[in-house]
């Protein structure tokens, strides 16, 4: 399953789900809204959220750190 | 995480604990990891505790300018982790866990964790605060959605659009000034009849021409049906109510402390800061509390640099007394 997420450079929550996702041997791509801004716009059209982390997993949307529904989607034991 | 090879002063005796330390620190910002430094300089057996990543509510501060030994400021992001460096140097166990509960009454005292019972001798609690909200119509439906409780992160969001952010403390005109590398336009709403942040901040703002400082005003509404539209202000005294077209709201009106897992088994006041003695004593005895999260005039990273020092001081004075 692609997942990608959505951060940015202080967000305490995105370091949070970034650790959890590589601890747990999860492949992602990030994409930091303080480098790519255009993506910001993207991603509010696209989810209606203006806050980040947001992980987008096959058509699972995930807002902030969650880590039962990250276990749950990303089949985390 | 860094592992400990010191030996454990106590073996943990009730069944289903996972570790003895001699000491426990609840909270790796500013306070905790402070304290971690002293006690791992002092060989004090401890592990330290932290539910988020460590540097505490900083991480998310855009820059400080007043904390000495940084004559050009440095980002929040940048001291947390160099105090989570420098701290992880003298052998403090670091936990990654939430502490869910406490037993103060128990000897030795019990931390619960998601993961798990530790217990400990002395217990310094330095968990910090977090963002108060208003409390007022729409605020909680449309956080994610235009409302933000912190700037650093949502900022890019915002790119463009006019915002307003309510609080013109120090962290309201901060986190203003750094929002207004992205908006159109910030109008600060501050309840008071002036702003109280320090002077340097304040004529920032004035050379900022995008900045505009609504005083005694409050928000009593905020509108939008699944996206923030509109937020409705009230004139104080006067009753004058408006309403002003904004995508976004960044809201700095306080703090409030992290204490809840603490469910009253010390002392606290009626926000639930904890009250603590000169040498940061709690109500309970072996547990102590350090930096933003007890009763104290001033919260910065400086004062919580004090405390956490004092309160290690102190568990080590406590420990070796029993």
Not at chain 1, 4 to 29: A, D, I
Not at chain 1, 43 to 54: A, M
Not at chain 2, 250 to 259: D, Q
């Amino acid at each position: 399953m692609k997942v990608l997420v959505y951060t940015s450079s202080s967000c305490p929550y995105c370091k949070k789900v970034k650790n959890f996702l590589r601890e747990h041997g999860v492949t992602f791509k990030e994409i930091n809204l303080n480098f790519h801004r255009s993506a910001a716009k993207e991603l509010k059209e696209k989810t209606g959220q203006t806050g980040v982390p947001v992980i987008l997993a096959g058509n699972y949307k995930i807002i902030g750190f969650d880590e039962n529904k990250l276990r749950r989607i990303l089949k985390i034991k | 995480m860094q592992f400990t090879l010191k030996r454990k002063s106590e073996e943990a005796s009730s069944e289903g604990v996972k570790s003895h330390f001699e000491a426990a620190i609840i909270g790796a910002g500013p306070a905790g990891l402070t304290a971690a430094i002293y006690l791992g300089r002092s060989k004090i057996d401890a592990v330290i505790f932290e539910k988020m990543v460590p540097g505490g509510y900083i991480v998310s501060t855009d820059w400080i300018e007043n904390y000495p030994g940084f004559p050009d400021g440095i980002s929040g992001e940048e001291l947390g982790e160099l105090f989570e460096k420098q701290s992880s140097k003298f052998g403090v166990r670091t936990e990654n866990v939430e502490v869910t509960g406490v037993n103060f009454k128990a000897r030795p005292m019990i931390v619960e964790t998601m993961d798990g019972s530790y217990t400990a001798s002395a217990i310094i609690v330095a968990t910090g605060t977090k963002s108060k909200k208003l409390g007022v119509p729409g605020e909680e439906e449309l956080i994610g959605k235009g409302i933000s409780l912190c700037a650093t992160c949502d900022a890019p969001f915002f790119e463009g659009e006019d915002i307003v952010v309510v609080g013109a403390g120090n962290s309201g005109i901060q986190e203003s000034l750094y929002l207004s590398k992205f908006a159109r336009s910030i109008r600060i709403i501050e309840f008071l009849d002036h702003p109280t942040a320090e002077r340097i901040l304040l004529d920032r703002i004035k050379e900022i021409g995008k900045i505009e400082l609504l005083l005694s005003h409050r928000v009593t509404r905020f509108i939008g049906d699944d996206r923030l539209t509109q937020v409705e202000v009230e004139k104080r005294d006067f009753n004058q109510k408006r309403v002003l077209d904004v995508k976004g709201a960044f809201i700095y009106v306080g703090l409030v402390p992290n204490t809840g897992f603490l469910k009253g088994s010390i002392d606290m006041d009626k926000e639930g800061f904890i009250k603590t003695n000169q040498e940061l004593k709690s109500s309970k005895e072996g547990v102590f509390a350090a930096g933003d999260v007890r009763i104290t005039p001033l919260r910065q990273v400086a004062t919580a640099i004090g405390d956490g020092a004092l309160a290690a001081f102190k568990v080590r004075q406590y420990l070796e007394g029993r």
